[in-house]
């Protein structure tokens, strides 16, 4: 208590305990005060607000960032390949039994149909489902949302790339109109939603309104919510739209642009520059007889003998790039990638540091990068396979057995890509010694290294079998493993054991 509490404290304790603890308290908050070396800017918009106010315009930059700045490039090729992987998220239908067991020939029909679908799933027939799902995730870390809508059954004008009469449909977000509000109706941002902040229906464009062709009408056409999927990047509660993962970064890489670009230039400058005639003194210096233009062609081993009395050649000394652009790129990438969540070194292709170091970035960043493509399947992946069940059974392509546990029939696990090995043999037999030890099964090695586990097991015993026909063994064998069991060295052995007991007892009665 100061000076002045201590006094009321002889009167009133309870009153100067009082006051003290709120004043305390006020001292606790003083960081929220502004001051005039802190601003303190702050924004209780709601994320609807917010997102209203700047996410176009984030967009329309990032965009033009992707397309003309190759850093920005770089880091949305690194993003997608290791949340997406090559040829999207692996699928592997483990519907069960009644009893519990998995269902290999109904698994087995879904994938082959799945197998065909992928060739062509969406709308315009351009793309197989790796690189729909590339181009979707690509679009979704750009642009911060983009909408997709589900075409099942008989559409006029739409032909189906597969014998499961489902397509999809991908559309920008500049289709659902941003400032677009019906109280009445519920419509926020283009979106109808119900009390509970549900979307009901979609209002979009028909046509993007960024096509030079396009003629603008602000009619739009309603979308059922159950037949669009609305994957978007969100960071606040109730949230309705996305907002791009560049939004945070966007004023850091925009400062690396410009300072790049004034290097650039001033190094081009510097080159272009490459001597000058250095007059000496006034009262040295005679003036040329001949006040023709002088003309130096510069090349290697030039000797240049031409120079009146008092002049001399000088050369400048260019300092650019400057020594610090290389420390600034680095640092400033650094934290670029921080805030999007790719890993630096693979964005700015700069691997230096030690064993430990890029080991512990690589384990960091793939996590970031499995959260990522879990909430990628969340929204887009997963969806899309329960409505492709859908509408493989409902179209009669494949038929559901008897036995199936119908409450398993969507059942799936979804992966992504594999975390790369820096040690291949050190954590290949780490991996084997968690199999063995009971402590992980193969098959979860086997899909977290992107592969399907039945599938590989199939390949595998065929492989066998072939081999076994032409007479031919491998390490890989079990009875050529030091760490397998021989069985059938246990059963010989057995066998000779059960004679000799036999004699020994004929013996004994003889």
């Known amino acids: 208590m100061n000076i002045f509490e201590t006094a009321i404290s002889k009167i009133s304790p309870q009153w100067a305990y009082h006051r003290s603890r709120y004043r305390e308290a006020f001292a606790a908050y003083e960081s929220a005060k502004p001051s005039r070396l802190r601003k303190n800017k702050g924004d209780n918009s709601s994320g609807n607000t917010v997102v209203g106010k700047g996410a176009v315009a984030i967009r329309a930059y990032a965009r033009e960032l992707e397309q003309n700045y190759d850093v920005v490039e770089g880091a949305l090729k690194v993003l997608v390949n290791n949340t997406i992987g090559a040829n999207g998220i692996n699928r592997e239908p483990i519907p069960k039994n009644k009893d519990g067991k998995i269902n290999s020939d109904f ?52 032909v189906h790339g597969s014998r499961v009469p489902f397509s999809i449909e991908l559309i920008e977000a500049d289709q659902l109109p941003m400032g677009y509000y019906d109280k009445e109706k519920g419509i926020h941002q283009g979106i109808e939603i119900n009390a509970w902040g549900r979307p009901r229906a979609f209002h979009v464009y028909k046509d993007h309104p960024g096509d030079q062709s396009y003629v603008f009408n602000s009619n739009t056409k309603r979308i059922p919510a159950a037949k669009i999927l609305h994957p978007k990047i969100v960071n606040r509660i109730k949230q309705l739209r996305g907002v791009s993962i560049f939004a945070s970064v966007i004023r850091r890489i925009e400062d690396l642009k410009d300072y790049e670009e004034s290097e650039r230039i001033a190094a081009r400058v510097a080159a272009a520059l490459t001597a000058y005639i250095k007059k000496g003194q006034a009262e040295d210096y005679k003036a040329p007889t001949d006040q023709k233009d002088r003309h130096i062609k510069m090349k290697p081993g030039l000797i240049f003998d031409d120079l009146q009395e008092g002049e001399e050649v000088g050369t400048i000394d ?82 559901v057995p008897d036995e199936l546990d119908i409450n398993t029939l969507y059942d799936a696990e979804y992966y992504g890509p594999s975390q790369p090995w820096i040690d291949p043999k050190k954590e290949a037999d780490g991996l084997k010694s968690l199999e063995r030890s009971g402590y992980k099964p193969a098959q979860q090695t086997i899909r977290e290294r992107g592969g399907n586990p039945r599938r590989i097991l199939t390949q595998i015993k065929y492989w066998r079998d072939e081999a076994n026909q032409l007479g031919l063994v491998f390490d890989t064998d079990p009875k050529h493993d030091k760490g397998a069991v021989d069985t059938e060295a246990i059963k010989e052995k057995d066998d000779d054991e059960d004679d000799e007991d036999v004699n020994k007892n004929n013996t004994e009665d003889d």
């Open 107 to 158: 698994s087995d029909a879904l994938l082959s149909l799945w197998d065909d679908w992928s060739l062509a799933p969406e709308v315009t027939g351009q793309f197989d489902n790796g690189q729909m799902e590339r181009l979707a995730a690509r679009t979704w870390f750009r642009d911060g949302e983009l909408l997709s809508q589900m075409l099942e059954g008989n559409v006029p004008g739409l």
């Open 318 to 399: 260019s300092n650019r790039p400057s020594g610090l652009l290389t420390q600034f790129h680095d640092t400033m990438t650094r934290f670029f990638c921080s805030g999007i969540g790719a890993n630096h070194s693979s964005v700015s292709k700069n691997y230096k540091g030690s064993f430990s170091s890029q080991r512990q970035e690589l384990s960091e960043g793939w996590v970031n990068y499995s959260s990522i493509t879990a909430m990628w399947v969340a929204q887009f992946s997963r969806p899309v396979w329960r409505r492709f069940v859908d509408m493989a059974v409902l179209s009669g392509a494949v038929i």
